[in-house]
Each structure stands twice: as structure tokens, then as C-alpha cells.
């Protein structure tokens, strides 16, 4: 049985994690607002599947034979944006343009706009169908190319989520991976008071995907568990990953009045970066 | 008209390798040639029009011409909004085929009528809206989907509807004048222009001489082809299959506002009012219960003329 309060994760960021963060905070700060939370929980995530797990060429972004990955949860773009800057996608000045007129990142990472994003989302509960499109067509090409789509624990309340669910698990799509980042807060409360999913796990397994669960801050874990994807020879596969909105900085960790933040004072961005300094292995 | 238009998506696949079909739930047997021929290009996916909408622009993101089709019903409102940022934001050829468009579905209540489609895909930015008069007119506009750049709602009649249009090119985005006649304008999208024809016989009788412009092409809208004839004539009239809210009528109205002509227009919109249809019954008796017939047309068109604003 699942715990029914905020979760604890004492995992340790290592100076990676630390400067990725780091560089969210300052993207944040620059533009003035920014969903801190909810980035801050996929830091991981996306460190690991741009160091370790997928094949991509950041001078040639549509390189045909790349993996695809979609962030569904499109208000956590700043962990993508983060990962895609230090990856060499377009140069780190973008982020200090952070929701500004002349920059090309947005609150919501847009398609066409952002090098390395393949989707346009933010409205949730559509990156997955999209991405179950395109698992098709690699299929259909006979690619050897895979599909990874992040989604989040609010993101499923949408009905669209399940639709996709059905699809994939009807299609037998063993070349689609689903990162979901179950943080257990949304905007409003905790997920067991909003909309309780649990058993989260066994609903993905019960619409046909392979499902483990892993410390999503975790890197070790993470990347074991990415290695043993498809974790079904004939099934789409879900990595459940158990996260912490706010991740590595005290204050903000499981608070809600930091799931979107406008106007961060100086002190307030020196309490940030203060605290990041605090808490890393 | 619907069998003619999957038959073109049938044949057209045959010949151009980027072409799927996705379906949502559609009758047994449905492109069963396709289906047999290029199984790896045919989905049937299921009563799930939001995953059918994203999976298409999913595809579509890979360079694949995808023919979506469900009740009109529910391939606009169901999904408006994996139409509208999965396929319009992305700007991705996706074909939604919308059988039903207007009250075929009459039987079936207003569940299944189709009276805002247009208005609501006409908000969308890149999405073009198609529809035909007739079988003749689908085969010829259909080859010319494949290419068109970004989204397209093409909106489906009831089938076996008579072949009023004639056998010249089509092209995307273009009028088709039908008649010439200087004391009235008579626009249309779809199978209205029956109705339109037979009207402006009738008006012929009275002595009244009204020029049809049928528009399959409801968005992006011929607007220069509008000015022209709207300016050499005293009375505009549309007609639709649609409520008045947002439709062609709406299109028309703000081209014509706009015109800015030196001498006022006599303008009235024909269609169904801002109501969900009350009756079951057809096609035809629904459209009479709204006054969507021939007879209306005339009797609108002599009075604006009489200068009977309130008709």
C-alpha cells in the first residue's frame, strides 16, 4: 500500500545534477517565472536518457535515424531545455531568454521552434499518442529507432492518456518507452487528493505495457532500468519513477506555492542557490 | 459521395506509399481492399478520438499522409483540441474525413448532427475545410488532398446525393461561379447548391436573375471571387447545411463588411438558427423545419429585393 502523504526521497545529487539545476534556477530568474517543481523533479530523467540511453546528433536534430523523445509534461521544459543546451542542441544564451520576446524558449517547448523537441505540448495528455504515431511509423519503417515520451502523475487524469495506453498496449509498440514522473503533486494538492492513481503500476501492466518502478533521482537506477528496455520482448515499456517535486532544494521540495513561480526576488534566488549548494552528495 | 471519397483514399494509397488510414469505429468492411492490400497502412483504432488525432499527427510528424476518419460529429468536437494543437500547431497532413456533415444523422438526434463543424475548424489557423457538392466533385478534388499543405477537414454528404457540379479541374481554395445573374448572389458550400440551382430557377421564372457561387472550399475562402460579384449585385444571399453562427454565412458577411461597397447590400444568411435541431424525421424534413429549401431561397432573395429587411 502506497503512502498517502508527500513522499521522502533522500537521494544525494551529484555535481551534475547540481549544475543542471543550477542552470534552471538562473533560466527561471532571467525570465521571470518558471514551473521550479516540476523541473526539478525530471532533472534525472533527462540527464540520463541524454548521457546514457539515447541516439542523437545535436548538429543535425532530424537526423531520420534518432530516437524520438516527447516531454508530454511540457511545463517541466525547463529540465529538456537544460539538458538540450548542455548537449549542444543551441547555445546556452537561449536560456537567459527564457519566455522572452526574441527567445525561442517558451513556457511549453514548442515544435519547429526548439532544436530537439519533437513535439509541441503543454496542453497535457497528447504527447503520448503522438508519440505512439511515430513508434508506429518506426515500425513501419523498420527503424531501428525507439520513442520515449515523459509524462506526469497529474498529466494521467486526462482520459486522452489511457486512450494512448490502449493503442500502444493493442499495438504491441516493444519500440516505446513511457517515463513517468510520479512526483504525487499537482497544482492543487497532493495526488491522492486531487485524483488517486495508485495502483499506478498494475494500471499500466492491466493496458498492456511493462511496467517497473525505480527512484527517479536515482541515476544508477535509472540507467539500469533504461538498459533493460524493453522490459517485455512484445510490450510497450513504463518506468514508473518515483520523484520528489522541487528535488534538491529544501524548500522548495513537495511545496506547491513553488509549482510555478513569478517574480523571484534576489534574496529569494540566493536562497536557491544556496540551498543547491546544500544538497548535493 | 462517402464511399466515392474512401475509394479515392484507397486508391490513392495504392499508388503513394505515405498514405495511412486511421479509423476510430467505423461499419465492418470498411476500405476492406485496403485493409487486405496494405495492412501495415490501415488502423482501426477504436472509439477514442483524441489517441485517433494525436497517433495521426504522430505520423504525420514523420512525413506520413494520414486519412482520418469518424462521424463528423466527433472528429471536430470530440477532439477540438488534438485538432487544433496536435494538427493545426503542428501544421502536419492530417485528411479528416467527417462523415455527416450537417443533419444527415437526422435520426439520430442532435448528438450526431453536425451543425458547427465549419465554424469551429474555421477558427483553427492552417486548417482548410472542404466540401464537395457531389461524388463527380470528390473524385476530382481528392487527388489534390495529398499534397496540400497542413491539416484538412473534408465534410462528408449524405451519399447518392445528384451530380449538379461539372467536369472541370478543381482547385483548392477556388469559387465555382455556377450562373450569372445580375439582381442576386447566391452562395453555397456543399450540397446546398441543389438547392441554390433549383432556386435560381425559379427566381429565372419570376423574372429575377441570381449568379451562384458554390465554394467547396469553405476556408481558406475565394474572398476576391465574393467582392466581385457581391459588388455588382444588390442581393446576397448564403445557404448552408450549418448553423448561421460562424459558417459560410459568417464568412461571407465579413468579407462583404469589409468590402466597404459605396452602396449598401441587402444580405441575408440561410441556415439552421442558433438551436439544436428539435425534430428527428431526414435530412429534408429537418432542413424544411429550418426553411432550408429552394422555395425560402427564393422567397428571401425577392423580398431583400423588394427591400424587406426582416423576412
Same mark, same amino acid.
Given at each position: 500500500?502506497?503512502?498517502?502523504?508527500?513522499?521522502?526521497?533522500?537521494?544525494?545529487?551529484?555535481?551534475?545534477?547540481?549544475?543542471?539545476?543550477?542552470?534552471?534556477?538562473?533560466?527561471?530568474?532571467?525570465?521571470?517565472?518558471?514551473?521550479?517543481?516540476?523541473?526539478?523533479?525530471?532533472?534525472?530523467?533527462?540527464?540520463?536518457?541524454?548521457?546514457?540511453?539515447?541516439?542523437?546528433?545535436?548538429?543535425?536534430?532530424?537526423?531520420?535515424?534518432?530516437?524520438?523523445?516527447?516531454?508530454?509534461?511540457?511545463?517541466?521544459?525547463?529540465?529538456?531545455?537544460?539538458?538540450?543546451?548542455?548537449?549542444?542542441?543551441?547555445?546556452?544564451?537561449?536560456?537567459?531568454?527564457?519566455?522572452?520576446?526574441?527567445?525561442?524558449?517558451?513556457?511549453?517547448?514548442?515544435?519547429?521552434?526548439?532544436?530537439?523537441?519533437?513535439?509541441?505540448?503543454?496542453?497535457?495528455?497528447?504527447?503520448?499518442?503522438?508519440?505512439?504515431?511515430?513508434?508506429?511509423?518506426?515500425?513501419?519503417?523498420?527503424?531501428?529507432?525507439?520513442?520515449?515520451?515523459?509524462?506526469?502523475?497529474?498529466?494521467?487524469?486526462?482520459?486522452?492518456?489511457?486512450?494512448?495506453?490502449?493503442?500502444?498496449?493493442?499495438?504491441?509498440?516493444?519500440?516505446?518507452?513511457?517515463?513517468?514522473?510520479?512526483?504525487?503533486?499537482?497544482?492543487?494538492?497532493?495526488?491522492?487528493?486531487?485524483?488517486?492513481?495508485?495502483?499506478?503500476?498494475?494500471?499500466?501492466?492491466?493496458?498492456?505495457?511493462?511496467?517497473?518502478?525505480?527512484?527517479?533521482?536515482?541515476?544508477?537506477?535509472?540507467?539500469?532500468?533504461?538498459?533493460?528496455?524493453?522490459?517485455?520482448?512484445?510490450?510497450?515499456?513504463?518506468?514508473?519513477?518515483?520523484?520528489?517535486?522541487?528535488?534538491?532544494?529544501?524548500?522548495?521540495?513537495?511545496?506547491?506555492?513553488?509549482?510555478?513561480?513569478?517574480?523571484?526576488?534576489?534574496?529569494?534566488?540566493?536562497?536557491?542557490?544556496?540551498?543547491?549548494?546544500?544538497?548535493?552528495? | 459521395?462517402? !464511399?466515392?471519397?474512401?475509394?479515392?483514399?484507397?486508391?490513392?494509397?495504392? +499508388?503513394?506509399?505515405?498514405?495511412?488510414? %486511421?479509423?476510430? =469505429? #467505423?461499419?465492418?468492411?470498411?476500405?476492406?481492399?485496403?485493409?487486405?492490400?496494405?495492412?501495415?497502412?490501415?488502423?482501426?483504432?477504436?472509439?477514442?478520438?483524441?489517441?485517433?488525432?494525436?497517433?495521426?499527427?504522430?505520423?504525420?510528424?514523420?512525413? !506520413?499522409?494520414?486519412?482520418?476518419?469518424?462521424?463528423?460529429?466527433?472528429? +471536430?468536437?470530440?477532439?477540438?483540441?488534438? %485538432?487544433?494543437? =496536435? #494538427?493545426?500547431?503542428?501544421?502536419?497532413?492530417?485528411?479528416?474525413?467527417?462523415?455527416?456533415g450537417g443533419v444527415?444523422?437526422?435520426?439520430?438526434?442532435?448528438?450526431?448532427?453536425a451543425t458547427e463543424d465549419i465554424a469551429i475548424m474555421r477558427a483553427?489557423?492552417?486548417?482548410?475545410i472542404l466540401a464537395p457538392a457531389?461524388?463527380?466533385e470528390?473524385?476530382?478534388?481528392?487527388?489534390?488532398?495529398? =499534397?496540400?499543405?497542413?491539416?484538412?477537414y473534408?465534410r462528408?454528404a449524405?451519399?447518392?446525393?445528384?451530380?449538379v457540379t461539372?467536369?472541370?479541374?478543381?482547385?483548392?481554395g477556388k469559387i465555382f461561379p455556377m450562373r450569372e445573374g445580375r439582381d442576386a448572389v447566391i452562395i453555397t458550400t456543399g450540397v446546398m447548391l441543389q438547392r441554390a440551382l433549383i432556386a435560381a430557377e425559379m427566381l429565372?421564372?419570376?423574372?429575377i436573375e441570381a449568379s451562384i457561387l458554390h465554394c467547396p472550399t469553405v476556408k481558406p475562402l475565394d474572398e476576391n471571387v465574393i467582392r466581385d460579384y457581391a459588388g455588382q449585385a444588390p442581393v446576397i444571399v448564403t445557404v448552408e447545411e450549418h448553423t448561421t453562427v460562424g459558417g459560410l454565412g459568417s464568412a461571407v458577411a465579413e468579407v462583404i463588411a469589409e468590402a466597404c461597397f459605396?452602396?449598401p447590400k441587402r444580405f441575408r444568411r440561410i441556415g439552421i438558427p442558433d438551436v439544436?435541431p428539435?425534430?428527428?424525421?431526414?435530412q429534408?424534413?429537418l432542413l424544411a423545419r429550418y426553411d432550408i429549401t429552394a422555395e425560402k431561397i427564393c422567397s428571401t432573395i425577392e423580398a431583400l429585393q423588394?427591400?424587406n429587411r426582416y423576412h
Open positions: 500500500m502506497a503512502t498517502k502523504t508527500a513522499p521522502i526521497n533522500t537521494t544525494l545529487l551529484d555535481e551534475r545534477s547540481r549544475r543542471l539545476r543550477e542552470t534552471i534556477v538562473k533560466a527561471i530568474k532571467a525570465g521571470n517565472r518558471g514551473h521550479v517543481g516540476s523541473s526539478f523533479s525530471l532533472v534525472e530523467i533527462f540527464r540520463v536518457l541524454y548521457d546514457d540511453v539515447l541516439r542523437y546528433d545535436p548538429k543535425n536534430p532530424l537526423w531520420p535515424g534518432r530516437d524520438r523523445c516527447i516531454l508530454s509534461k511540457g511545463h517541466g521544459c525547463l529540465a529538456l531545455y537544460a539538458v538540450l543546451a548542455d548537449k549542444g542542441f543551441f547555445p546556452e544564451t537561449e536560456l537567459w531568454k527564457f519566455c522572452k520576446p526574441d527567445g525561442i524558449l517558451g513556457g511549453h517547448p514548442e515544435y519547429g521552434k526548439v532544436p530537439g523537441v519533437e513535439a509541441s505540448t503543454g496542453s497535457l495528455g497528447h504527447g503520448l499518442s503522438i508519440g505512439v504515431g511515430m513508434a508506429i511509423n518506426a515500425r513501419f519503417e523498420k527503424s531501428p529507432h525507439r520513442v520515449f515520451v515523459v509524462i506526469s502523475d497529474g498529466e494521467s487524469n486526462e482520459g486522452s492518456v489511457w486512450e494512448a495506453a490502449l493503442c500502444a498496449g493493442k499495438h504491441r509498440l516493444n519500440n516505446m518507452v513511457v517515463l513517468l514522473d510520479y512526483n504525487k503533486q499537482q497544482s492543487y494538492g497532493t495526488t491522492y487528493e486531487v485524483l488517486d492513481l495508485d495502483p499506478l503500476a498494475d494500471k499500466w501492466r492491466a493496458f498492456g505495457f511493462a511496467a517497473e518502478e525505480v527512484d527517479g533521482h536515482n541515476v544508477g537506477e535509472l540507467r539500469a532500468a533504461l538498459a533493460r528496455t524493453p522490459l517485455a520482448p512484445d510490450r510497450p515499456s513504463i518506468i514508473i519513477c518515483h520523484t520528489i517535486k522541487g528535488k534538491g532544494i529544501s524548500f522548495v521540495e513537495n511545496n506547491l506555492n513553488w509549482h510555478h513561480k513569478t517574480k523571484i526576488s534576489d534574496e529569494e534566488m540566493h536562497a536557491l542557490m544556496s540551498a543547491l549548494g546544500a544538497n548535493h552528495a | 459521395m462517402r !464511399k466515392t471519397c474512401l475509394d479515392c483514399v484507397y486508391e490513392i494509397a495504392k +499508388t503513394d506509399p505515405r498514405v495511412f488510414f %486511421v479509423g476510430s =469505429d #467505423l461499419g465492418i468492411g470498411t476500405l476492406k481492399e485496403f485493409k487486405a492490400e496494405m495492412p501495415d497502412r490501415y488502423f482501426m483504432e477504436g472509439v477514442s478520438e483524441a489517441n485517433l488525432i494525436g497517433m495521426s499527427a504522430g505520423l504525420a510528424l514523420e512525413g !506520413k499522409v494520414v486519412y482520418a476518419n469518424t462521424i463528423a460529429t466527433f472528429i +471536430t468536437r470530440r477532439c477540438f483540441e488534438q %485538432v487544433c494543437l =496536435d #494538427l493545426c500547431l503542428h501544421n502536419v497532413k492530417v485528411r479528416l474525413i467527417g462523415n455527416g444527415v444523422y437526422a435520426p439520430l438526434g442532435p448528438t450526431h448532427l483553427l489557423p492552417r486548417m482548410t457531389d461524388a463527380t470528390m473524385r476530382r478534388m481528392m487527388p489534390l488532398t495529398v =499534397d496540400h499543405p497542413g491539416p484538412i473534408i462528408l449524405k451519399g447518392g446525393d445528384p451530380i461539372r467536369d472541370e479541374p478543381f482547385t483548392i429565372h421564372a419570376n423574372g459605396p452602396a439544436f428539435d425534430q428527428y424525421g431526414s429534408d424534413t423588394n427591400g
